[in-house]
């Protein structure tokens, strides 16, 4: 995947606003459940450098989800048709549902050298991974304790019975990709989590090869000495 060439930005944790860097794709992947969705929603909300990748899907809204917002909710045909035109950056199959991220909004806000979240499964993460490794951080986010999974699935309360049941047989196969990831939190405390995954993206951000406008920045710095 060709990615576009970042441009100025500012994010907290850039040594100068001058700088500018390459923006980077975090992902976070878990078993159903595990609590991805609310470490976002907490992230976002604390965090102006970082955009969520609002991916489509062909599966059903669930009750207070928002189109456009939690999901671009598609029908089977026309998410065909997005693969079929090479609109994706990554797509899957996933609990019988097909799932995709559509790749012109990303382009946009990677170009403009802002930070990208990702809620997908390994098989995205996967096909990120091959086309973008420099540019990808990836998180993976277990739970306590499979009990502790099951429950949080219920007290969602947003699935039925027969939903959680699939998804609690799909999450051992899930958990089984944790090794790949750059990244492996325990999400017991949502707080914590939160912390963590911040602490991950701030350190990420000063990796050296993404700070694209250090080599002209230390150029500076010498020429005044
Ligand atoms: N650390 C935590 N302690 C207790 N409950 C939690 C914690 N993290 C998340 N939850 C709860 O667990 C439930 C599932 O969380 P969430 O929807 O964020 O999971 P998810 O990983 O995004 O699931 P999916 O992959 O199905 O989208 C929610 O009711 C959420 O409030
Ligand atoms: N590969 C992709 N996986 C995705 C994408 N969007 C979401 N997901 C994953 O699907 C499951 C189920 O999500 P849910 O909202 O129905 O509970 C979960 O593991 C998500 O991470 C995507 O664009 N690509």
Redo the contacts with the bound molecule.
């Keep these: 995947m060709a990615l576009p060439s970042p441009q100025s930005s500012a994010p907290s944790s850039a040594p100068s606003k001058d700088i500018s860097r390459r923006g980077l794709m975090l992902v ?1 992947s ?12 907490r992230l976002l909300e604390r965090d102006s450098g970082i955009t969520m990748s609002v991916s489509a899907t062909t599966r059903a809204m669930r009750p207070g989800e928002v189109p456009g917002v939690d999901y671009h909710f598609i029908d089977l045909p026309r998410f065909d048709q997005m693969v079929e035109d090479g609109e994706f950056l990554e797509y899957a199959r996933v609990f019988g549902n097909c799932y995709g991220t559509p790749r012109g909004a990303v382009e946009e806000a990677l170009g403009a050298g802002r930070d990208v979240l990702f ?1 997908i ?1 390994w098989q995205g993460t996967q096909q990120l991974g091959q086309n973008a490794r420099d540019d990808l951080v990836s998180i993976f ?1 277990l739970p ?1 304790s499979g009990e ?1 999974l099951e ?3 219920h ?5 039925s019975a027969e939903v959680i049941a699939g ?1 609690m047989a799909k999450a051992s196969d899930e958990i089984s990709h944790w090794a790949e990831y750059d990244y492996v939190i325990i ?4 707080e914590q ?1 939160v912390a963590a995954v911040t602490a991950i993206l701030h350190a990420e951000r000063l990796r050296r090869r993404r700070q694209v406008g250090l080599p002209q920045f230390v150029k500076t710095v010498q020429a005044a000495l």
């Design positions: 976070l878990s078993p159903s459940g595990a609590g991805k969705t609310t470490i976002s929603r809620d499964d986010v306590p502790e429950r949080r699935l007290s969602r309360a947003q699935d998804r999400n017991r405390d949502v989590s």
